[in-house]
């Protein structure tokens, strides 16, 4: 079995996120002594944002036309969607910037977003191939939005997009009000603690 790893948070060893999903893979190892895990920290490296010459695998061209650089770009693409392919748990720390994911972890979902690799075109609309897959969010930000959803990017994002490729198992450990006070941060810390718990016992 295989497992993902990823981290997007900037704030090093101070991150939530990051204590988080680091948690959850120990865990997950626990529970599968033969668990394969890669990692992939965002923050340290990051695909470049999509370019032109980044979009060959939207619009595949033949080799011999590629330039040195797109056919780098390629590369970067295909690597990690083979690597995302290959997997079966999928563990991502995300903290919320700006209401949303950290662009080093949408540059990534750049990448991977696929038409015929992890998502497919059919008549009667797109279909998602990654049902095998279950992937567990570690959710960390300063507020909290239940009252608030409409500002709410991150979460909701997420499992927009792992649905549009087609995982129906997503699962999320959330960590919120850290930004709001030391009451809040340790009711949103102890919440985190709980979803852990509660996933682990699912
Ligand atoms: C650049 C930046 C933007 C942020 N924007 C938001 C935001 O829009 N909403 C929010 O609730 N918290 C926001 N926060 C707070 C973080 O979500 C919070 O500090 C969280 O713990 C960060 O995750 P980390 O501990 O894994 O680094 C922001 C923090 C940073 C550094």
């Keep these: 079995m295989k497992l ?5 948070s900037i704030t090093g060893s101070d991150s939530i996120s990051r204590r988080l999903s680091r948690d959850i893979v120990a865990r997950q190892r626990a529970i599968h002594p033969d668990l394969q895990v890669e990692y992939l920290d965002l923050a340290a490296q990051a695909p470049q944002p999509l370019s032109l010459n980044a ?17 780098l770009e390629n590369e970067v693409s295909e690597a990690l969607v083979s690597q995302l392919l290959e997997t079966d ?20 979902l750049d990448r991977v977003a696929q038409a ?12 998602g191939l990654l049902s095998d897959k279950t992937v567990i969010l ?16 991150q979460e909701s994002y997420l499992k927009s997009i792992f649905g549009f ?10 960590a ?15 919440q985190a603690q709980a979803d852990i718990q509660a996933l682990m016992a699912a």
């Design 116 to 127: 015929g690799r992890t998502f497919k075109y059919t008549e009667s609309g797109p279909v």
């Design 138 to 153: 570690a959710l960390s930000r300063g507020g909290i939005y239940s009252a608030n959803p409409d500002m709410e990017h």
């Design 89 to 108: 748990i999928v563990v991502i720390g995300a903290p919320m910037y700006n209401f949303t994911i950290p662009a080093q972890l949408k540059s990534w």
């Design 4 to 8: 993902l790893h990823i981290d997007s």
């Design 55 to 71: 979009l060959g695998f939207r619009a595949p061209a033949q080799d011999d036309s590629l330039t040195e650089a797109q056919r």
């Design 165 to 174: 490729m087609g995982v129906s198992d997503i699962r999320a450990v959330r």
């Design 176 to 190: 919120e009000g850290l930004n709001m006070g030391p009451e809040h941060r340790e009711r949103g810390l102890a």
